[in-house]
Structure formats: C-alpha cells, structure tokens
C-alpha cells in the first residue's frame, strides 16, 4: 500500500497544551500535506511541505520532513478546542498526479 | 473564495441501484479526484483525472465504478451496482497542478441498503 501510517491513532490533551503528530511513509515522495478532518466533513488543506524542505511554520503548525526516515511530524502549538479534529498526513508520489493518504490521527483537546 | 461542491450530501439507494455522485471543482482546476472514507477509518484514493482521462486508478475502482466529466464543469462518479460495502463518504477534489494543495468538497455520505 502507498498509505501513510500516523501515530498515534488517538490523542487527548489539555488546552493550551502542544500536540504532536506523526506521520510515516514507504516511498519516495515530491512532497507531503497535512489535512484536518472535523467530523462527518470535509478535508481541509492545512499546510504543504517539499521534499527539498525540511521545516515549514503556518501559524501555530509546525511540520518537519525527514526524506531519509520517510516521516513527518505536525506540532500544534498552544492548542485550543476548535482544534478537535482528525489530522491526516497524504503524499503526492510519482508524477505527482495522485496523493494518498496516511490512517490519520485523532485529536481531542479537552477545555 | 471558490470551493469544490458536492451533490447531494447524502443519498440511500437499495442494493443492486446505479447511483451518480456529482461533484463541481473549482473551475480552473486541471486534476480531479475522488477518494472514499468509510466511517471513522482511513481516507482511500479511488481514482485521478484529467485532460478527459483515468490518471490512475487503485483497486477498489474496479468494473462497477466509472468516472466523467460530462461538460465543463461537472466531475461524476457512477457505481453501476451498489453493493451494501460501498457504504461510505465520497469526497472529490480538484487540483490547478500536480504536487499543489488539493481542494475538497463536503462530501456525498452514500448509504446503500
């Protein structure tokens, strides 16, 4: 399979707390996205990283790229609970026409 | 801001029915896409599109499913006979270049009983 695999599968913080996710893949990759999923909607695009890139900040995202252990990692700083939601890494492979995604990590900040 | 748009958000259908899912993307945007997620699991890629043509396509897309883009603006998705696994959220998603940010629609929760 192409999938992404993210850990851990469930995560639950405090708010105002950083949350870390990872994400890991198999093969080589031109560059890889994180999505957030609330639930029973829509992807939304959050944030792309290059393969030639290594760290990227949007805001309170921060996502770093290691091409040699095929992973990435996303922080959310300063968490809140609008932030509760499902995070889903996905990777642009081979001509870049399709991206698949890893099995997601669900977030729960608790007020 | 434009957006992808999704017809409808929910459709029952019996088993054995051939169901449309109908998706609007963005309307400069060159690759399309649909992806299912049965609830709560794993986001799976069906199949990409473009210049009036299957890209890829993985093996869920199998004989039963057919994609189109019948005019200039609409992207659809036909599953000729619906199985009862075939329950799911589909979600299209449309893209002005490859390896770029991808946009998707809210979704068609396809329920077949």
């Known amino acids: 399979s192409q999938q992404g695999e993210e850990d851990p599968q469930a995560l639950s913080i405090q708010e105002g707390e950083n949350a870390t996710m990872n994400c890991s893949y198999k093969?080589?990759?031109?560059?890889l996205q994180w999505y957030r999923q609330n639930s029973g909607r829509g992807l939304v695009h959050l944030i792309l990283?290059?393969?030639?890139?290594r760290e990227k900040h949007s805001g309170r995202l921060r996502v770093t790229l290691d091409t040699s252990k095929k992973s990435s990692s996303l922080l959310i700083t300063a968490s809140r609970a609008a932030d509760t939601a499902s995070y889903f890494c996905a990777t642009d492979v081979g001509a870049g026409n399709q991206f698949y995604f890893g099995t997601g990590t669900s977030l729960t900040v608790i007020p | 801001e434009p957006e992808v748009t999704q017809t409808p958000s929910h459709q029952v259908t019996q088993m054995g029915q051939e169901v449309i899912l109908r998706c609007v993307p963005i309307?400069?945007?060159?690759?399309f896409y649909w992806y299912r997620q049965i609830l709560g699991q794993k986001v799976e890629f069906l199949v990409s599109f473009y210049n009036n043509e299957i890209s890829e396509k993985s093996e869920i897309f199998d004989d039963q499913f057919s994609v189109e883009r019948p005019d200039g603006s609409n992207f659809t998705l036909k599953i000729r006979s619906t199985k009862l696994e075939d329950s799911a959220m589909y979600f299209c998603?449309?893209?002005?270049?490859?390896?770029?940010?991808?946009?998707f629609g809210q979704g068609t929760r396809l329920t077949v009983v």
């Open positions: 990283i290059r393969s030639n890139e």
């Open positions: 309307s400069n945007h060159l690759y």
């Open positions: 093969t080589s990759i031109n560059n």
């Open positions: 998603a449309s893209r002005g270049q490859p390896n770029t940010e991808a946009f």
